[in-house]
């Protein structure tokens, strides 16, 4: 069983800058592959980035240079630093992961980029 919370979402004006954050309830966090996607209204969901449990990252075309992500095995926890936000990444935001059996997903958290 695999629980993830995600939390930090906002509104923000163009420009500016967030913290997303996922809590995970999952043994052995540090050996699975953790990303951020996101689905805006009328559009698929999209992977937005994911890091390794060796801490590699991959990010989407859309978001290279603006955001990061990046993992605390001691708190179980996955982040995405978001800067320079513009309106076309407004959306609901959720973190992900996968076993060998199924993919789990977080309730989402929203991001408003707006002025």
């Known amino acids: 069983q695999v629980q993830l919370v995600e939390s930090g979402g906002g509104l923000v004006q163009p420009g500016g800058s967030l913290r997303l954050s996922c809590a995970a309830s999952?043994?052995?966090?540090?050996?699975?592959?953790m990303a951020w996607y996101r689905q805006a209204p009328g559009k698929e969901r999209e992977l937005v980035a994911f890091?390794?449990?060796?801490?590699?990252?991959t990010y989407a075309d859309s978001v290279k240079g603006r955001f990061t992500i990046s993992r605390d095995n001691a708190k179980n926890a996955v982040y995405l630093q978001m800067n320079s936000l513009k309106p076309d990444d407004t959306a609901v935001y959720y973190c992900?992961?996968?076993?060998?059996?199924?993919?789990?997903w977080g309730q989402g958290t929203q991001v408003t980029v707006s002025s």
């Open positions: 992900n992961t996968n076993t060998a059996t199924r993919t789990y």
């Open positions: 999952v043994t052995f966090f540090s050996a699975y592959v």
């Open positions: 890091i390794s449990p060796g801490g590699l990252t």
